[in-house]
């Protein structure tokens, strides 16, 4: 009996050491869940799934549809062409946009997947989204127009000539150069119910305005909605240009009258952010807003505006800042996401008299919610967990998982343990600190670690699942993973949050300090293999910690970092950032000590570390130069560095190929400086 059991526990352990770690590779084959809205009749919840095949350096997007009476889903599209921008109509029928025929069109299908019907014809409309009208008469989309002209266009006897011409700011963004084009609105109407075809000549509700009818390059038809009865349309526009679009944060809701063709700008008066409107089925107008011009990372509150036009903040009194929000089909209550202590939960808020309450909570990130009656649907992540799809019961709590699409290729993989911590900063402040550990995780043993530094410099180290920054996949190789949620993260407060404007190399360079001295005092933890990573602010930590870690470290990778304040300042497009982070330009007298305390390229001559140097080509938020100037100082200081160029990525690397190979040269430079 005592062999048979023996035996029995040794092929247990087999079955738990045969299971595989994390890799780079492995990542890639994660399905991708997003959206999760639920129907208008509320018995099914429509959700897109990418899946990318790292051969063909691609993916490809498909619709699926969940009954939730019975819990079953189904794949309702399967072509090799993406559906995006899908969304129910109010009648249940599903419409999208594909380029399955004539380019990229708008399509329509019942939710089953039958019935599919092509909407559109554009010849020459360049669609980049679009919205289907509560009453089905009409679409929203979104179209790119040329509002400027060419060098070429001045000398068309030079037409081989390759030049641009500027004379204001602005002339890129992000990660491309500014085509010439303005975003439109344009509303086309649908010629018959019947019939369904939409008419290719439309409305342009910015007609001559040099504007973009959305926020550039990110925003979408998320910012842009109709009234309740269709005969409004509300959108979000910063009726700005050149110097004063780049140091200006304050867009507007702009509500325009279909019957009338007159626009008048709803929110004028607040100076920061207005985004992202939505009515609720009684009428009511909901959407985001920032108080200060210029602050890109200001308090989000949720704000109303009833129909005799008088607005109020619902999230004014409470300190935390909304994410994303969704009205639920009673019109009285909004369901919102907004970030606390290391996570993202989902809150209710009554709009009528402000009561509130948190719904969820637990070690995760909700990034998705759309709700009828009782329940909630809702995307959930973890540092471990994909996203999936949960429903979640509002009177009696009970969490259900209606997805497993990667379920069984989880299965197979040995995961890290992730821990909450808290450790006390050099002025007396707790602050969170998640701590990944290895697969098969054993105390007795010594394990290098990794400091997380974590971008933004105001975005939550929460339970996020990242297809590059992967803390599972850094756990996986081998490393402890010590992130912590230093000063200037959003989750803890504004106080917390606002910190870290003007003080970019101070308190939050201590909180990372406090964090890794904290973690190196575990016996587990080798001390003499301490590395530190990260990317945008994260890689600007690098830098600095390059210059001031007295020794902690063995190893360092920068991506896309912040090097040099000044010449950063002359080189980046958005200077409301700069402005508001660090007081304005350098020349100022007022600034010039900010700069030359925290710029880290004062601080290399103490530069004594290996570092890997990482940038994008198309990176104008943080131009390559910044990259080409650690890696030059670390090789003429004589350490033992590389530089990581991707010509075609831009602040993030984000084709397939492009990644696993990131992920390869990251993971060989930290073996051999820590040796995992």
Same mark, same amino acid.
């Given at each position: ?19 595989? /770690? ?30 990318? !095949? ?6 490809? /997007?498909?619709?699926? +549809? ?15 062409? %993406? ?28 939710? $089953? ?39 070429? !266009? ?39 119910? /019947? ?9 342009? &509700?910015? #007609? ?15 910012? @842009? ?40 700008? &709803? ?35 949720? =704000? ?15 300190? &935390? ?31 009528? !008299?402000?009561?509130? =309450? ?13 709700? @009828? ?25 009970? +969490? ?16 890290? =343990? ?32 990794? &400091? ?13 699942? %990242?297809? *590059? ?17 230093? *000063? ?22 201590? $909180? ?16 003499? *293999? ?5 990317? #945008? ?38 200077? @409301? ?95 051999? $400086?820590?040796?995992?």
């Amino acid at each position: 009996m005592k062999k048979n059991l023996l035996f029995f526990f040794l092929f247990l352990a087999t079955i738990g050491s045969a299971q595989e /770690t994390l890799t780079p590779e492995l990542l890639w084959k994660f399905n991708r869940i997003s959206g999760g809205v639920v129907s208008p009749d509320g018995k099914q919840l429509l959700y897109a799934q990418r899946s990318y !095949d790292i051969s063909k350096n691609s993916g490809n /997007t498909d619709l699926f +549809v969940i009954d939730l009476k019975s819990g079953k889903s189904k794949q309702v599209t399967a072509t090799p062409f %993406s559906e995006m921008e899908a969304q129910w109509a109010s009648d249940g029928t599903i419409w999208y946009m594909s380029t399955e025929n004539e380019g990229l069109q708008i399509w329509s299908m019942a939710s $089953d997947g039958s019935t599919k019907k092509q909407h559109s014809h554009f010849k020459e409309v360049e669609l980049e989204g679009f919205k289907i009208a509560p009453d089905l008469k009409s679409v929203l989309c979104i179209e790119a127009i040329k509002m400027r002209k060419t060098a070429n !266009d001045k000398y068309p006897d030079l037409p081989l000539a390759n030049v641009r011409i500027e004379d204001d700011l602005m002339y890129r963004h992000w990660d491309h150069y500014d085509d010439y084009m303005r975003r439109h609105l344009f509303l086309h109407v649908l010629n018959s119910v /019947t019939d369904g075809s939409i008419d290719s000549k439309g409305i342009d &509700l910015l #007609s001559g305005e040099p504007f973009d009818g959305i926020l550039g390059p990110h925003g979408g038809s998320e910012q @842009f909605c109709y009234s309740t009865d269709s005969k409004k349309v509300i959108y979000t526009s910063k009726k700005k240009q050149g110097k004063e679009f780049a140091q200006s944060t304050n867009s507007e809701l702009y509500e325009y009258d279909i019957a009338s063709a007159k626009t008048r700008n &709803l929110t004028e008066g607040n100076q920061g952010y207005d985004n992202y409107p939505a009515f609720s089925s009684q009428g009511t107008l909901a959407w985001l807003a920032m108080s200060h011009d210029g602050f890109e990372s200001d308090k989000n509150e949720l =704000k109303v505006m009833t129909s005799d036009g008088k607005t109020k903040s619902l999230t004014r009194e409470m300190d &935390l800042s909304v994410g994303s929000f969704s009205w639920h089909p009673d019109g009285q209550h909004i369901f919102f996401i907004a970030p606390t202590k290391g996570t993202e939960q989902i809150y209710v808020i009554n709009a009528k !008299d402000g009561t509130w =309450k948190q719904v969820t909570s637990g070690q995760f990130d909700y990034v998705s919610v759309s709700a @009828f009656e009782e329940t909630i649907y809702a995307g959930r992540q973890s540092m471990v967990e994909p996203t999936e799809i949960f429903s979640v019961t509002l009177k009696k709590p009970k +969490v259900t998982q209606l997805t497993t699409v990667n379920s069984d290729l989880l299965k197979k993989i040995q995961m890290p =343990k992730v821990e909450e911590r808290w450790v006390e900063t050099t002025d007396g402040k707790k602050m969170l600190v998640w701590m990944v550990y290895p697969p098969h995780f054993d105390p007795s043993k010594k394990y290098p670690a990794l &400091l997380y530094c974590n971008g933004g410099p105001q975005s939550p180290v929460s339970q996020f699942f %990242s297809y *590059r920054w992967n803390l599972a996949l850094m756990a996986s190789k081998g490393y402890i993973v010590v992130a912590p949620n230093r *000063r200037g993260l959003p989750g803890f407060g504004q106080e917390w949050n606002d910190a870290i404007s003007k003080d970019w190399g101070g308190q939050a360079m201590k $909180d990372y300090l406090s964090a890794i001295d904290n973690a190196s005092q575990e016996p587990y933890v080798d001390e003499t *293999r301490l590395g530190a990573v990260g990317a #945008s602010y994260g890689g600007y930590s690098v830098y600095m910690l390059a210059g001031i870690h007295e020794n902690r470290f063995k190893t360092f990778i920068a991506h896309c970092g912040l090097f040099n304040l000044e010449s950063w300042y002359g080189t980046t497009e958005e200077l @409301f950032f700069a402005n508001w982070d660090h007081g304005g330009p350098y020349w100022l007298d007022v600034n010039k000590e900010n700069h030359k305390k925290f710029s880290p390229h004062n601080y290399v001559q103490n530069w004594n570390t290996p570092i890997l140097v990482i940038h994008g080509g198309l990176d104008y938020r943080v131009p390559e130069s910044e990259g080409m100037q650690a890696f030059q100082a670390a090789q003429l200081k004589g350490l033992r560095s590389k530089y990581l160029y991707f010509p075609t990525e831009g602040h993030w690397v984000q084709s397939p190929q492009n990644s696993v190979l990131w992920q390869r040269e990251f993971f060989e430079w930290l073996a051999t $400086d820590l040796h995992p």
